[in-house]
């Protein structure tokens, strides 16, 4: 007994003064992902890779809706990994308790949609599409593929398909 | 090839109808099922074999019929007379019987291998399978009001979301406990406070003071995770879910998840992930041993040693931090490797909180067992009888403190095991003192692997891109010596890369059918100790019921007052 009560003397006081004053985490703990709407660009790549479904990605009415609920959170950080912009990163934040409204927990962006250049139906937001004809500027492509891929960027998927289907037939003809 | 001398020797003395190899060192053995009490018998105590696990499986819908895989851990007996198994012959032998859907019966093992009881219970529960000749048949897992009509891993039983209606408490049926001839006390531990992650409700059967014999039952929160796993889940999921079985031993159950697959699939993983895996194992050893260490001292009301004991617990935890980013060591698991690095700055900070643990782990254990008196509370109490653990494959610190030496990292190594020296620990008494011994070992040598892993650790890739091609119908096994014994996922694969059926068997399922003998001819107020020293959590003395038979009266005990009993008896 008494060489138990040697250690305490030995080691003093450890207790840390927690929430009088900041309990440091380090730099590479993995807290609450903290979404920046600005930098997200709607691709849904995280919902994608999120296992318990905490992210959700979704068209409503004519915008794109992102949300994550933290309460569904495992803290995985798959969703770090795979963003191509950074706009979901882990941050140190641990402090997550929420009183009553579970809304707290909750993060939201709504994007707008843009619509296909030939039938004018939404079908992708417009910062995917400024995002990838960004990608597009940076890419050492031909010149003439650059301009055929700005063209197709612009279309909704089924537009896409029948247009390369013709542009093929035309092609062949060409050929032929 | 490892294993074929076992098969031989099988052989000659009973009809083996087909011999299949999932693994360097898993074989499965198809045998009649009017065969299979006495193969399974004479693989356990004849070549010298522990039960690891045994998985039901519904395999209409692949072969017409139901299945059953009793795996044995062929290692030898390990009791002194017996002879040795050298560990390069060492392997998995499991035994597998098909059961016509028109008949539903089997010949129950159990009579002949006391291991098999609470495996052969939960199948009935989960497929309505009926072993014949079964001692005990009640049920295990589900709820006493669960329709007694509905199996819910049959395929076709229920989906996954159906809950059935729950009974009105007044009509819900009584659960029968198995309660001794003669004029005894009887009384009720538990069952629970939901809040503790493992409630069970006990019976103690009491001549005075003096525990005759006792009866429990689990399963409070089955969650129902294989069911929620089967053909719905792909690995990248499945991981996580696994890991969640646990919130101590977490990781254990995710890299044994994971490998389940990765052996069926003859994937490799990288050499520095595997090191690392074995880091964060033993990161979480150490924690988990630190924590019932800590609560053996409090359930004898050896407060201080628990405060000193936490506190170094809490270093571990930093550790964890480090390797991992979390204080638990989740979510970084992943088919075909890990998804975190270590950077050369976080060993090195490793190192020396690992210094910091070692030298305040030995400081506390002599101040420990310079406690005379707390010494005494541990000693000769909860005895484990050897053959009671030979007969019933209890697994980890809890079979070792018995004086035989059963641990997956020596008998079938895996990932980086292979490559590390280190002395397993060992006890003797079997009582609870062994217990905590073993466990004080068990530090040691882990801060020892941990030490050896990061000398030893390669650099390069921690994870390779693991293309997951596994063919529908193959299973294999993975399994991890946990904190508290082994703990082994058997993963059957279906089609389009989902599971068909993963079989989680955590280490203290293992133990618990041996408890009953530990709690025999004890004072009722070690029971909490007892069960303690298991490490399960500490839930079930959350409340106590006395009940005098003779007068049909009834007294609460709090959790306060049995704490209070157990720790003024010197
Ligand atoms: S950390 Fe994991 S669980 Fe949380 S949102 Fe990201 S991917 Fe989903
Ligand atoms: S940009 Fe990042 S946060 Fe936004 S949807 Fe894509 S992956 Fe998610």
């Known amino acids: ?176 | 090839m490892r294993g074929d001398k076992f098969i031989k020797l099988i052989e000659e003395k009973f009809n083996i109808l087909e011999t299949t190899r999932e693994h360097e060192e898993q074989l499965t053995i198809l045998v009649d099922r009017n065969d299979l009490p006495a193969v399974v018998k004479y693989i356990y105590y004849d070549i010298g074999a522990y039960l690891t696990s045994m998985i039901g499986n519904d395999e209409r819908s692949i072969n017409k019929n139901y299945a059953l895989y009793y795996v044995l851990s062929v290692e030898g007996s390990k009791l002194p007379n017996d002879p040795i198994i050298p560990n390069e012959e060492k392997c998995f032998i499991t035994v597998k019987t098909l059961i016509p859907p028109k008949e539903m019966t089997y010949p129950s093992v159990t009579p002949y291998v006391p291991a098999c009881v609470w495996y052969e219970r939960e199948v009935y529960d989960m497929f309505g399978l009926v072993a014949e000749g079964l001692p005990d048949k009640r049920r295990l897992m589900l709820s006493d009001d669960w329709p007694n009509d509905l199996f819910p891993l049959r395929k076709d039983a229920m989906d996954y979301r159906f809950r059935p209606e729950i009974t009105n408490p007044e009509n819900e049926p009584e659960f029968t406990f198995n309660e001794p001839d003669g004029d005894l006390i009887n009384i009720p531990l538990g069952p629970m406070h939901i809040r503790n992650e493992e409630p069970g409700h006990f019976r103690l059967f009491c001549d005075g003071d003096t525990i005759v014999d006792a009866d429990y039952r689990l399963f409070y929160i089955h969650r129902g995770m294989e069911k929620l796993a089967e053909n719905r889940m792909n690995y990248d999921q499945m991981g996580f879910l696994a890991e969640r079985i646990c919130g101590i031993c977490g990781y254990a159950h995710s890299i044994a998840c994971i490998e389940a697959a990765e052996r069926a699939g003859g994937i490799e993983i990288p050499q520095r992930a595997q090191a690392l895996r074995i880091v964060c194992s033993e990161i979480e050893r150490l924690h988990s041993l630190l924590l019932n260490i800590g609560l053996a001292c409090e359930a004898t009301g050896n407060y201080t040693a628990f405060m000193h004991i936490f506190k170094i617990r809490e270093y571990t935890m930093q550790l964890a931090q480090l390797v991992t980013g979390g204080r638990k060591t989740y979510g970084n698991v992943i088919i075909g490797g890990l998804r975190r690095d270590m950077t050369g700055n976080e060993i090195k900070q490793s190192l020396e909180t690992l210094a910091n643990i070692e030298i305040q782990v030995n400081e506390i254990w002599d101040a420990i067992m310079d406690d005379k008196r707390q010494v005494k509370r541990w000693k000769g109490v909860g005895v484990l009888d050897q053959q009671i653990a030979r007969d019933f494959s209890p697994v980890g610190p809890n079979m070792r403190g018995s004086g035989i030496m059963r641990d997956y990292r020596i008998d079938h190594p895996y990932d980086f095991y292979k490559k590390i020296e280190f002395t397993p620990s060992i006890g003797e008494g079997g009582d609870v003192f062994a217990r905590i011994y073993v466990r004080y070992q068990d530090l040691k040598s882990s801060i020892h692997i941990i030490r050896q892993c990061f000398e030893l650790m390669p650099s390069g890739n921690l994870s390779i891109k693991a293309n997951v091609n596994i063919q529908a119908g193959k299973y294999a096994m993975g399994y991890v010596e946990a904190p508290r014994g082994d703990t082994t996922h058997w993963i059957m694969q279906g089609g389009s890369q989902k599971v068909y059926r993963w079989r989680a068997r955590a280490s203290t399922y293992a133990n618990w059918p041996s408890l009953r003998y530990q709690l025999r001819g004890n004072s009722v107020a070690d029971a909490a100790l007892i069960v303690c020293s298991l490490d399960p959590c500490f839930s079930c003395t959350e409340r106590v019921i006395i009940t005098d038979i003779k007068n049909k009266e009834s007294k609460i005990l709090t959790e306060k007052d049995l704490k209070a009993i157990c720790r003024k008896k010197d």
Do not use: H
């Not at chain 1, 003093?12 to 703990?29: A, I, N, S």
């Open chain 1, 1 to 176: 007994m008494m060489k138990l009560i040697d250690i305490t003397d030995k080691y003093g006081l450890e207790t840390c003064k927690y929430p009088l004053e900041p309990y440091l985490v380090p730099e590479t703990y993995r807290g609450q992902p903290k979404y920046k709407f600005d930098l997200c660009i709607g691709c849904a790549a995280c919902s994608v890779a999120c296992p318990p479904n905490a992210i959700s990605v979704k068209a409503v009415d004519t915008k794109v809706v992102w949300e994550f609920d933290c309460g569904r959170c495992i803290f995985c950080a798959r969703c770090d990994e795979v963003c191509p912009t950074g706009a979901i990163r882990l941050s140190t934040e641990y402090e997550l308790a929420a009183k009553f409204d579970k809304s707290a927990l909750i993060q939201r962006g709504e994007m707008d949609m843009a619509s296909c250049a030939e039938c004018g139906k939404l079908y992708s937001t417009k910062r995917l599409i400024s995002y990838t004809l960004r990608k597009l500027e940076l890419s050492n492509l031909s010149e003439e593929r650059i301009k055929n891929a700005k063209f197709y960027v612009n279309l909704c998927p089924e537009c896409k398909s029948k247009k390369a289907i013709l542009s093929l037939e035309t092609e062949a003809k060409e050929i032929l």
